[in-house]
C-alpha cells in the first residue's frame, strides 16, 4: 500500500465526532479537562477499579462520560512488572459515573514505540509542552494532548494525539507518521491492547471492531478505525491490531506523512462498546429493554445475557438489581439467551420491551461461628450430589464468591444457588476441625447452613504466616487484591506481608474495610524481581511505602543479583526487615553463581544480606538429590538446603505458596513462627522477622510439629527450631508431638542427623503403630539421642499414605501432610556447633548448563 505525502482530514476525523460536538447543549461545553494527578487532584481525579495503575503526574482526560489516564512519559514509567514502558500510553480508562477500571494498557503504535514530552497544541498551530502541573481549570469543548516519538533508522518521527470532548463516549486517538529520511519506509500500522485472563476478546481474524469484555468484572473495551478494517490477533494478555491491509505493509516515501485514527472506549458491557461503534459507523440502533424475572416475580440480577447472530456471538451483558438490561442493537435477526444458575432461556429479539422467566434458585444462608457462638472467618466449598453440579460463584480471580467456595469473613452470608442437594464443607484452616453438611436447596427458599468451628489444634506461642502472595498489582495476574485477603483470612493466616512483584502495597485498606483488622497482622513488603527467577526473585518486609509514586516508591530492579540485594539491604535508611531468597536454583546461589560447573561461593555478596531461603515443597526432603518434573530433571532444592547446612550455610528455610489467584490459592503451605503472643492483633513485625531470622520456624502444609531438645548432661539446656544447645558428651532427649484436625493426618515422623534420615529414627504407624493415636494429638514421643559429634536435627512429620484433601481443593487437595523443622543445632563438644561438610552422598549441586 502507497501512502500519500497528504492525507485528507484523519479519514473525515470521525465525522461523527464533529457533529456531537457540535450537537451538545451550551451548558455542557468547555467541560472536558485536563489535569495532571497530583495530591491536590488524587481524590477527586483518579479513577478507580481493580486494574488502576495511575500515579502521581499521570495525566487524566475526562469528560461527563469517561475517564482517562495517559502515563507520564518517562523512561521509568512502568504500570506494573509486565507492563512496562507505558510513558504516553493510556493506563486507565473507564465510566465516569461508574468507574470500573480493568484495561492494563492501550499501546499506541505497539510497545516498541517510545513516547517522549507531553504538549498541548495552542492556537497558534504550536505545542506547549507540560513542564508543571496542570489543574482542572485547563478545560475546554475539547481538551487535546499530544506527545511524540523521534525518528530513527527505518522508523519515522510519530506525533500522538488525545482528543476528548464533553458528551463523546471514546477517546479520539491519532497517531501521525512522517518519513524524515531518503529511503521509503515500510509501516505496519499496529495497535496493542493489553487485557488479561477474564476477559473475552474478538476472534482472531478481520473484524470492523475490536472488543474485549470481561462478564465476571463487568467492564469492556472496543477500538474502532473509520474504512479500516481490524486484523486481531490475541492471547491471554496482549491482542495486537492491525489496520489496513493484513499482508502489506504501508510504504511512506521521503517526506510523506500518514495519519491513523481511531476511537478507544469503555463500556460496562459488550451492549455498550458494540453500541458506540455502531453509532460511530453511522449504523441506526433499536433500543431493546429486557427485564428477567423469576416465577414470584422477584428480579433475576447478575443474569448473564447474550444476543446471538446465528451461532455467533454479537453482544453480551449482565441485568441490574432491578433484573433489567437496557442495550441498543442494529437491524437484524438476533436470538437472546440468558443464562441464570438455574439455566438457561432463549427468545427471539423483538422490538422495544422484552421479559424473560427463569426458574427460581434457592439460598444458602450461613451462619457458621465460633465455640463461643461468635463471628468467624471461614471458607465453604459446595459440591453438588445426586446429579447435581457444582456451583460456579464467580472467577478464580475473585472476592467472596470464587468458583464453588464462599469466603466469609464473618463467617455470614446469602448466597444465591441452584436448587439441588449439596454437600458444603466449612473450615478455617488446619487448627479447626472441618464440618461437613448435607443441605438441600428447594426453590424460591432459603437454606440455613450452620455450624460452629472447633479450634483443636493448639499452638501457643506460635502464630501461622505465609510470606509470599499476589493479586493484581502484582502485573503477572488480574486477582482482586481484597480477594487474596479474605483468601489470607479464612485459611486462618495471623500474619502475612503484601509482597506484589515490584510493587509495594497493603492490605491493611481491605482488612478495616471487612472490620477484621484484629484478625491478620500484616505490613507493606514486596518480591523484588528480575531475571533469572531461579536466583532473582526476593522477598523483603517491612518496606515503607509511599502511595501514588511509581511502584509506591519501590527500590529499583536490577539484573545483577548481587548490586540489588545490597540495594535492597541499604533501603530506608538500612532498615531491618528480612530478606528472602523466593525459589531458588541452590546450585547457583551458593556454590555456582555462573553455572560453569566449576565451584565460585555463589553469590557471595548477596548471601552476606539473604535471611531464609525457600525451599518448598516440604515432601521432597523423602526424595532424592534430584527430582523429575515430566521430561526434565531438577535440583531437589530442601535436599540441596540441608547439603548446604552441613557446609556451614546456616539460612533458615521457609515455605510459602506464592498464591496468584483466589481458588484455594492461599492456606496449602504456611509457616509457624516463635511469637510472644497469640493474637493477631498484638502480632509485631519485627518480632515476626527475628524469628524468621533465627530460624524459629516450623514449615507445614497443615499438621502442627513441635520439637524441642534438652540436653541431658550439664545445666541441661534446651531449644527448640533455629536454637543452639549445648549437650555435652551427646546425650539429650528429644520431644515431637504433632497435633492435627479431622480433615488430615501424618503417619511418619522421620528424625534427619545432619541431614540423614536416621533409620532408628523412622517411626511409622504401619512399623510402629503403638507410636501414633487417633485423636487431635497423633504423635507424642521423648526420643533419647546419643550424638558422637556436633549435629544439626531435623524433624519430619508425614502422611505418606494420606492427602490433604477436598478442604484444599483439586489443585492441593492431593498434596501430602507433611511438616518439616527448622534445625536444632546441638553442640557436643563445647566448642561451638560446626558444620561436618557431609555432602550426603551427593555431589553439591554445581553443574555446567
Not at 41 to 63: F, M, S
Not at 135 to 156: I, K, M, Q, Y
Not at 454 to 478: I, K, Y
Request: net charge negative; proline share 8%.
Amino acid at each position: 500500500m502507497q501512502a500519500s505525502t497528504r492525507h485528507a482530514e484523519p479519514q473525515r476525523r470521525l465525522a461523527l465526532a464533529a457533529s456531537l460536538l457540535v450537537a451538545l447543549p451550551c451548558t455542557l461545553l468547555h467541560a472536558a479537562e485536563i489535569l495532571t494527578l497530583t495530591p491536590d487532584t488524587w481524590d477527586a481525579a483518579a479513577p478507580q477499579g481493580k486494574e488502576v495503575d495511575a500515579i502521581y503526574g499521570d495525566l487524566v482526560l475526562r469528560n461527563d462520560r469517561l475517564i482517562a489516564v495517559v502515563a507520564q512519559p518517562a523512561p521509568w514509567r512502568n504500570a506494573n512488572m509486565t507492563t512496562r514502558n507505558v510513558g504516553g500510553c493510556v493506563i486507565d480508562l473507564t465510566l465516569r459515573e461508574q468507574p470500573n477500571d480493568q484495561l492494563t494498557c492501550f499501546y499506541p503504535a505497539s510497545r516498541v514505540t517510545t513516547w517522549q514530552a507531553l504538549h498541548i497544541p495552542v492556537p497558534d498551530g504550536a505545542a506547549r509542552a507540560i513542564t508543571e502541573p496542570l489543574h482542572a481549570d485547563l478545560s475546554a469543548r475539547e481538551v487535546v494532548l499530544e506527545c511524540t516519538s523521534a525518528a530513527a533508522e527505518g522508523v519515522p518521527a510519530m506525533r500522538l494525539r488525545y482528543t476528548l470532548a464533553d458528551g463523546w463516549d471514546y477517546l479520539l486517538v491519532e497517531t501521525s507518521y512522517q518519513n524524515e529520511g531518503t529511503q521509503s519506509l515500510a509501516l505496519t500500522l499496529v495497535d496493542e491492547l493489553r487485557a488479561d485472563n477474564s476477559f473475552e476478546k474478538t476472534p482472531d481474524g478481520t473484524a470492523p471492531l475490536f472488543w474485549a469484555y470481561d462478564k465476571w468484572w463487568h467492564h469492556a473495551y472496543g477500538v474502532w478505525a473509520p474504512d479500516q478494517p481490524l486484523h486481531c490477533k490475541s492471547d491471554r494478555r496482549f491482542s495486537s491490531l492491525r489496520y489496513g491491509d493484513a499482508e502489506q505493509p504501508v510504504m511512506l516515501p521521503p517526506g510523506g506523512t500518514l495519519r491513523l485514527v481511531r476511537a478507544l472506549f469503555p463500556g460496562r458491557d459488550l451492549f455498550a462498546v458494540r453500541a458506540i461503534a455502531a453509532r460511530l459507523a453511522g449504523t441506526s440502533l433499536a433500543e431493546h429493554r429486557l427485564r428477567v424475572s423469576y416465577e414470584s416475580g422477584r428480579p433475576a440480577t447478575d443474569v448473564e445475557v447474550s444476543v446471538l447472530e446465528g451461532e455467533t456471538l454479537y453482544a453480551a451483558g449482565r441485568t441490574d438489581r432491578g433484573g433489567e438490561l437496557a442495550f441498543a442493537l442494529p437491524a437484524g435477526n438476533y436470538t437472546l439467551r440468558a443464562s441464570g444458575i438455574t439455566g438457561n432461556r432463549s427468545m427471539p429479539v423483538t422490538p422495544g420491551e422484552m421479559e424473560l422467566t427463569l426458574d427460581p434458585p434457592g439460598y444458602v444462608v450461613g451462619a457458621i461461628t465460633d465455640e463461643q457462638g461468635g463471628p468467624i472467618p471461614c471458607k465453604v466449598a459446595f459440591r453438588g450430589l445426586q446429579g447435581t453440579s457444582n456451583p460456579d460463584f464467580g472467577h478464580e480471580s475473585g472476592e467472596h464468591g470464587v468458583r464453588n467456595l464462599v469466603y466469609a469473613e464473618q463467617g455470614r452470608f446469602r448466597q444465591e444457588i441452584a436448587p439441588g442437594r449439596y454437600e458444603c464443607l466449612i473450615s478455617y484452616g488446619p487448627e479447626y476441625d472441618a464440618v461437613y453438611r448435607e443441605l438441600e436447596v428447594l426453590p424460591g427458599q432459603e437454606a440455613t447452613l450452620a455450624a460452629s468451628l472447633v479450634r483443636v489444634v493448639q499452638t501457643p506461642g506460635w502464630v501461622s504466616a505465609d510470606f509470599h502472595s499476589h493479586s493484581s498489582p502484582s502485573g503477572d495476574n488480574t486477582a482482586s487484591q481484597l480477594g487474596r485477603v479474605l483468601n489470607l483470612l479464612c485459611e486462618h493466616i495471623e500474619f502475612a506481608p503484601c509482597t506484589e512483584h515490584n510493587r509495594l502495597s497493603t492490605y491493611i485498606p481491605h482488612l478495616e474495610a471487612l472490620g477484621v483488622r484484629h484478625l491478620m497482622a500484616t505490613c507493606t513488603g514486596i518480591e523484588h524481581t528480575d531475571n533469572p527467577g531461579t536466583v532473582n526473585h526476593h522477598n523483603v518486609f517491612p518496606l515503607v511505602m509511599r502511595p501514588y509514586t511509581q511502584d509506591n516508591g519501590a527500590p529499583p530492579t536490577d539484573a545483577d543479583m548481587e548490586a540489588k540485594v545490597e540495594r535492597l539491604a541499604l533501603w530506608d535508611g538500612g532498615s531491618e526487615k528480612l530478606i528472602q531468597q523466593n525459589h531458588p536454583d541452590l546450585g547457583s546461589v551458593f556454590f555456582d553463581k555462573n553455572y560453569d560447573g566449576q565451584p565460585d561461593g555463589g553469590f557471595t555478596r548477596a548471601l552476606a544480606h539473604i535471611d531464609v531461603i525457600e525451599v518448598h515443597p516440604p515432601h521432597l526432603i523423602f526424595q532424592p538429590p534430584q527430582v523429575a518434573s515430566g521430561s526434565r530433571k531438577y535440583n531437589n532444592t530442601i535436599f540441596n538446603w540441608m547439603q548446604g547446612l552441613n557446609q556451614g550455610l546456616r539460612y533458615p528455610g521457609v515455605v510459602n505458596t506464592d498464591a496468584h489467584y483466589n481458588y484455594h490459592g492461599s492456606g496449602f503451605l504456611r509457616n509457624y513462627l516463635r511469637s510472644p503472643t497469640d493474637n493477631p492483633a498484638e502480632i509485631r513485625v519485627q518480632d515476626m522477622v527475628h524469628a524468621a531470622e533465627h530460624g524459629q520456624l516450623v514449615m507445614t502444609s497443615a499438621p502442627f510439629l513441635e520439637v524441642l531438645l534438652r540436653a541431658s548432661a550439664g545445666e541441661q539446656a534446651e531449644g527448640g527450631p533455629g536454637d543452639d544447645v549445648a549437650a555435652p558428651g551427646g546425650q539429650c532427649t528429644l520431644f515431637v508431638r504433632v497435633q492435627c484436625a479431622n480433615w488430615y493426618d501424618i503417619d511418619r515422623v522421620q528424625v534427619f542427623l545432619n541431614g540423614r534420615p536416621d533409620p532408628t529414627l523412622n517411626f511409622t504407624r504401619e512399623a510402629t503403630p503403638g507410636r501414633f493415636a487417633g485423636g487431635v494429638i497423633k504423635f507424642e514421643a521423648a526420643l533419647p539421642l546419643e550424638l558422637k559429634a556436633d549435629t544439626h536435627v531435623i524433624v519430619a512429620a508425614a502422611g505418606e499414605k494420606s492427602t490433604l484433601g477436598p478442604v484444599l481443593g483439586p489443585d492441593h487437595g492431593g498434596g501430602m501432610p507433611i511438616a518439616v523443622s527448622n534445625p536444632i543445632f546441638v553442640d557436643v563438644d563445647g566448642g561451638g556447633f560446626a558444620p561436618n561438610g557431609d555432602t550426603l552422598d551427593a555431589p553439591l549441586p554445581v553443574t555446567a548448563r
